[in-house]
T-cell receptor, first 115, second 114 residues
Framework: DADVTQTPRNRITKTGKRIMLECSQTKGHDRMYWYRQDPGLGLRLIYYSFDVKDINKGEISDGYSVSRQAQAKFSLSLESAIPNQTALYFC??????????????FGEGSRLTVL | AQTVTQSQPEMSVQEAETVTLSCTYDTSESDYYLFWYKQPPSRQMILVIRQEAYKQQNATENRFSVNFQKAAKSFSLKISDSQLGDAAMYFCAYTSNSGYALNFGKGTSLLVTP
């Protein structure tokens, strides 16, 4: 099983629908992230969390919300999806500040299409 | 804010040849990490190589090596003996030791031709 698991892997939805992308990890890391990938724009940070009680906005948080249900679970919600939220979404965890390698460990991505 | 710039949207290399992907970054920090991630068509993000800024020696992982120029804030990736399986999107990324997340460049798409 993957260390960082995202569900669903692919989703097609309609404008105005509420969507939740879920992420769970078995790496025991405190830090979790949601990134969005668009062609030509790289990966951009949506939200990040350093523990269950710590949630922070990234550079493109508008239109998104998150929930850190447990150390191992971090969900991303689109309350009312719009077409320009069509993208590939990645959940990731980090071993900072533990072993201090700074590396991100990624899930397999969730491809979201909003029609 | 730290920025990461990859100036080559696309690159092409023949099998068995060597290619270098460029990356520059902007930071006022002295202690940080730099990374190259590979994203093949499977869309999985795979760590290729990592460099700690305090280390002067360039990191090497098999056919992959970096040229880390701290003063110039440059971090290029060299792929030697290119293979068809190296075809992918490559992302350069930065985080400081006091930072909260990785900042990514926009990526370089590498095509490997037979």
């Amino acid at each position: 099983d993957a260390d960082v698991t995202q569900t669903p892997r692919n989703r097609i939805t309609k404008t105005g629908k509420r969507i939740m992308l879920e992420c769970s990890q078995t790496k025991g890391h405190d830090r979790m992230y949601w990134y969005r990938q668009d062609p030509g724009l790289g990966l951009r940070l949506i939200y990040y969390s350093f523990d269950v009680k710590d949630i922070n906005k990234g550079e493109i948080s508008d239109g998104y919300s998150v929930s850190r249900q447990a150390q191992a679970k971090f969900s991303l919600s689109l309350e009312s999806a719009i077409p320009n939220q069509t993208a590939l979404y990645f959940c990731a965890t980090s071993d900072l500040p533990g072993t201090d390698t700074g590396e991100l460990f990624f899930g397999e991505g969730s491809r979201l299409t909003v029609l | 804010a730290q920025t990461v710039t990859q100036s080559q949207p696309e690159m092409s290399v023949q099998e068995a040849e060597t290619v270098t992907l460029s990356c520059t970054y902007d930071t006022s920090e002295s202690d940080y990490y730099l990374f190259w991630y590979k994203q093949p068509p499977s869309r999985q993000m795979i760590l290729v190589i990592r460099q700690e800024a305090y280390k002067q020696q360039n990191a090497t992982e098999n056919r992959f090596s970096v040229n880390f120029q701290k003063a110039a804030k440059s971090f290029s990736l060299k792929i030697s003996d290119s293979q068809l399986g190296d075809a992918a999107m490559y992302f350069c990324a930065y985080t400081s030791n006091s930072g909260y997340a990785l900042n990514f460049g926009k990526g370089t798409s590498l095509l490997v031709t037979p």
